[in-house]
DNA sequence: TTGTCTATCTATAAGTT
DNA sequence: TAACTTATAGATAGACA
């Protein structure tokens, strides 16, 4: 129903076939109304895009099965089997998610673990270092201006477990990014849910 | 999209109204199936018409749920719940269908009970009867033909309490009755699905 | 009822902004 | 990228078989 004629099959374009999405899903759904509407019919619709994004319509404001005076029982435990195999499937699929997600998260987190330990070690050596430069500093004013010793310790002064513990426990910065992507370390964070 | 156009409202003519039904609804299903294979999206449509007559589709040949690798856990979480409480529902309606079924069925059950116990009587007193008629012809012939008594018991000679056995289990003929019709004593019956 | 016909209305593909 | 435009394909209301 355009200035072309298009065979049915999926359209390569990514873009045309966004475009012809939002069209045609919007078409759909004016139709799916229309048809309650016009011969009091009970219609429900639901729609996945390709990208995840959902898309609903149930018709009398109700859920599936708030009305079904006139179904028989056989009808109903059709209905019933086929709901209970569904939410099944997206139970399980829920699950397991968030079993990834939870072992994504313990991968990142031991990464992260093994980096601030890494970092600590560091820390210590630059402190330790520090320190031999302070002493030398002191020595050396000591000898040219023995009244000027103003290089104060800084707050790299305390203790090293402290210095680890900070950085356990420090705030992600806000992340959102594809997950193909490789994080660099020092941005393994993950979002549950979008 | 016809010879005329029409305002969206319910369609009042019952005839009308069923065949717009039947246009719209494959109407409704073409493009469904259309949006799914041109825009790579899953599509579930679900449709009752007004006399209680399911209609749906789903596509890529799977129930809802077994392919959402693109969904994040709090759409699933969503959609569980809704889908539990449609079930709820469903299963809700169905039960209350099977026990008004049941309570119909004890209701017509002690009426056909009721009615064994008067057949039986019945039964009892014919029996009675036919006893008495035949020692009367058995007198009678004894008297005009004393060779040819040949008037034998019928099958009626049996316990009452047989009698009353087999009435009550006796099968149904098969019955597809509208509901509102009153039945007539002795077509009592009731079936549980269409 | 269920299908066919066809004038007319609607949806939308491709193009434009 | 999203919103308009427009020519054309597609859907369907009403009539009839």
Redesign the pocket.
């Known amino acids: 129903?355009?200035?072309?004629?298009?065979e049915?099959k999926r359209?390569d374009?990514?873009?045309?076939r966004?475009?012809?999405f939002?069209?045609?899903?919007?078409?759909?759904f004016?139709?799916a109304k229309?048809?309650a509407i016009?011969c009091d019919a009970e219609v429900g619709l639901i729609v996945f895009s390709s990208t995840g994004r959902l898309y609903d319509f149930a018709s009398a404001r109700q859920l599936l099965g708030q009305q079904f005076s006139g179904r028989d029982v056989k009808d109903l435990q059709n209905l019933e089997d086929k709901l209970e195999m569904s939410l099944r499937n997206i139970r399980m699929k829920k699950d397991q998610l968030m079993i990834d997600q939870i072992q994504e998260l313990n991968r990142k987190g031991s990464l992260m673990h093994r980096e601030n330990l890494e970092l600590h070690n560091k820390v210590n050596l630059v402190y330790q270092e520090n320190i031999e430069l302070q002493r030398k500093v002191y020595e050396q004013g000591a000898n040219e201006h023995p009244a000027s010793s103003t290089v104060k310790h800084s707050s790299l002064d305390t203790e090293n477990e402290d210095v680890l513990v900070n950085l356990e426990l420090s705030q992600p910065r806000s992340v959102q990014r594809d997950k193909s992507e490789t994080p660099s370390i020092g941005e393994t964070f993950v979002q549950i849910s979008g």
Do not use: H
């Open positions: 129903m355009g200035r072309g004629k298009i049915i359209i374009n990514a873009t045309n966004q475009v012809t939002s069209k045609r899903r919007s078409g759909l004016k139709k229309e048809l016009l």
